[in-house]
């Protein structure tokens, strides 16, 4: 005589078909990804991190001459990538610079030993009083890009790029388009494309180097002006939420000339 399980069996029964179902559409589904995330520069742990300072009207001067006296203390530790002073673009008398690191570990022993060398403190703390507002971010290197060195001395302009939530995997691939349309034609010399980890999240950070302000403009102009262009930046822009830039002159202490 055959025995019908019972109701609580049957209810097992059926959920544990309705998770195998789950777990399978799940499996089968198809991932989102975007190249602009994820890639073998991200997984080796290394990220740069941006320093602003707005420095007090009067002591510009005073603040890079210290800091061109004395910067090789610092250096000692870890790799100045860049030293710039803002030329254009929002608040003045503002200097912009990057770090660069191996991990996070790496950070915490560096910033460890800098706090103990003396003579480093000795220089910093009255540089603090040059000082009205500072900012810092910790941004990857995308990984469809290497961090490049212009041959020759010039300036820099960073564009900074406040994307919609939803991250790269949303918005990756098209701004990816957009800056290599800029590239391949040689309107522009990319330096490099950093993405915010810490700070304001969806931001991207696109460092150009140009021979000067004015090749630069004209660069510009012409970009405008190719369709080729025009068509990615369209795509692009339908993520973004706003975007700012500004005109960077390399310090004579700065490694990125």
Request: charged residues 20%; positive net charge; contains cysteine.
């Amino acid at each position: 005589m055959a025995v019908l399980p019972s109701t609580r069996s049957r209810a097992m029964l059926a959920l544990r078909s309705g998770l195998t179902r789950a777990l399978a559409a799940r499996t089968l589904a198809p991932q989102v990804y975007s190249s602009f995330a994820t890639g073998p520069r991200q997984y080796d742990g290394t990220f740069y991190e941006f320093h602003t300072y707005c420095l007090k009207p009067s002591k510009m001067n005073e603040f890079l001459e210290n800091a061109k006296k004395y910067m090789h203390l610092r250096t000692a530790y870890s790799e100045l990538v860049g030293f710039w002073s803002v030329e254009f673009g929002g608040q003045m008398n503002k200097v912009f610079h990057i770090w660069k690191y191996d991990n996070f570990a790496h950070q915490t022993e560096i910033r460890k030993a800098v706090a103990k060398d003396k003579e480093w403190q000795q220089i910093i703390v009255p540089n603090l009083a040059l000082i009205d507002e500072q900012e810092n971010e910790i941004t990857y290197l995308v990984p469809w890009c290497k961090l490049e060195k212009p041959a020759r001395e010039g300036v820099y302009e960073l564009a900074i790029f406040q994307m919609k939530p939803g991250g790269p995997a949303l918005w990756g691939d098209a701004f990816k388009r957009a800056i290599n349309a800029h590239v391949d034609l040689g309107y522009s010399k990319l330096v490099g494309v950093f993405h915010t980890e810490y700070g304001a999240l969806n931001r991207v950070h696109v460092l150009w180097w140009n021979e000067s302000a004015d090749s630069r403009a004209a660069g510009r102009h012409q970009s405008h002006e190719d369709p080729r262009v025009v068509a990615a930046v369209r795509e692009s822009v339908n993520y973004l939420v706003s975007q700012q830039n500004m005109f960077l002159i390399p310090t004579p202490f700065s490694p990125l000339k």
